[in-house]
């Protein structure tokens, strides 16, 4: 190994270990259901994104053993070159579907479709306002593009109405976007979309809703911009098909001429191979399962409502979630990871995070329910949070 990049390696791990900031991976030893084993031991599944228990339905896994059979186990090429399967456009075209667009793009992840779909669009002469809790990936992405980045703070709307009249009094930018999340993944919040989109029309702003965790879970399993009844006025519809949807993926819904442009201009697209047969179909079939009925989406929400009163009678504080995410506010950095590192002992999985991820002094275990919980799991899992709780002084 080079001798600068061995020094470089020491000192920042051995720093990020004195801190206690240095992120150890637990490898599961079963599929990541609502329980899973570490160590050797089942743990009430509190981590995932797999809302709606998906990632183990078994008309999923049977329609991807069926595409294994038919197509392969890869692709074999990038989208524009010849891995376009016919499996690829139905895809698309479900999700066009499910979203209420004109037309669909899919991507290989929805990382990987923020690095794609921003610098598609922006660039160097162009603004983007951007939510100051943007996931990584929307930062990135926008990072990629060469625009002017410019933050707005946390679904403020004065904020990002005196951002973007600056912008556009300015006259620096030929175009401006305004870009957030749907549902913010740490506090469980929802964007503030009908104002958004009001002031992108009052300043002909683009708007881009990344919505890796509202879809599956608002809107009736269609999303959030459809819950706010604005699919035809937001401009790029982003979702991941890895969260709710259960597999790997990710898409842009939005009207033909935008996805038009997508497919022949943006990076991941041309350059990275397309997504496996077995992914696109088992994705095809979750979206379906989810237009046919909202069964799955109705137990996600007990289940998240029946977590989050247990947790709030006990008297802790949850925060103010608006979707079934449910924060549990610890507060101080260490006690939050000695917390999580008890509530493992007693066996329930579910991680701390804390600064920087989240504000200094709000550090918290974040509690993803999923419609494969049962009430019985949902009972022991708030019975370990009283015992753990009450042993720390927390409640
Ligand atoms: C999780 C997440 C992503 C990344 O999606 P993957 O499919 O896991 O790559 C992108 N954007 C937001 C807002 C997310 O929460």
Known sequence: MAKVLDSFLKENLDDLKSKGLFNVIDPLQSANGPIIKINGNDLINLSSNNYLGLATDQRLKEVAEKAIEEFGVGAGAVRTINGTLELHTKLEDKIAEFKHTEAAIAYQSGFNCNMAAISAVMDKNDAILSDELNHASIIDGCRLSKAKIIR?????????????????????????????????????????????????????????????????????????????GLSDKVDFQIGTLS?????????????????????????????????????????????????????????????????????????????????????????????????????????????????????????????????????????????????????????
């Open 152 to 228: 707005f703070n946390h679904s403020d709307m004065d904020h990002l109405r005196q951002k973007a009249k600056e912008a556009v009094e300015s006259g620096l930018y030929n175009k401006i976007m305004v870009i957030t999340d749907g549902v913010f993944s740490m506090d469980g919040d929802v964007a503030k979309l009908p104002e958004i989109v009001q002031i992108a029309e009052e300043f002909d702003l683009i708007t881009y809703v990344d919505d890796a965790h509202g879809s599956g879970v608002l809107g009736k399993g269609a999303g959030t911009v459809k819950h706010f």
């Open 243 to 395: 969260k709710a949807i259960g597999v790997v993926g990710g898409y842009v819904a939005g009207k033909k001429e935008l996805i038009e442009w997508l497919k022949v201009r943006s990076r991941p697209f041309l350059f990275s191979t397309a997504l496996t047969p077995a992914d696109v179909a088992a994705s095809k079939k979750a979206i379906e399962i989810l237009m046919e009925s909202t069964e799955l989406h109705d137990r996600l929400w007990e289940n998240g409502d029946y977590l989050k009163k247990g947790l709030k009678e006990l008297g802790f504080n949850i925060g103010e979630s608006e979707t079934p995410i449910t924060p549990c506010i610890i507060g101080e950095e260490r006690l939050t990871q000695q917390f999580s590192r008890r509530l493992y002992e007693e066996g329930v999985y579910a991680k701390s995070i804390v600064f920087p991820t989240v504000p200094q002094g709000t550090g918290r275990v974040r509690n993803m329910p999923t419609a494969a919980h049962t009430k019985e799991m949902l009972d022991e899992a708030i019975a370990i949070y009283e015992k753990v709780g009450k042993e720390l002084g927390v409640i």
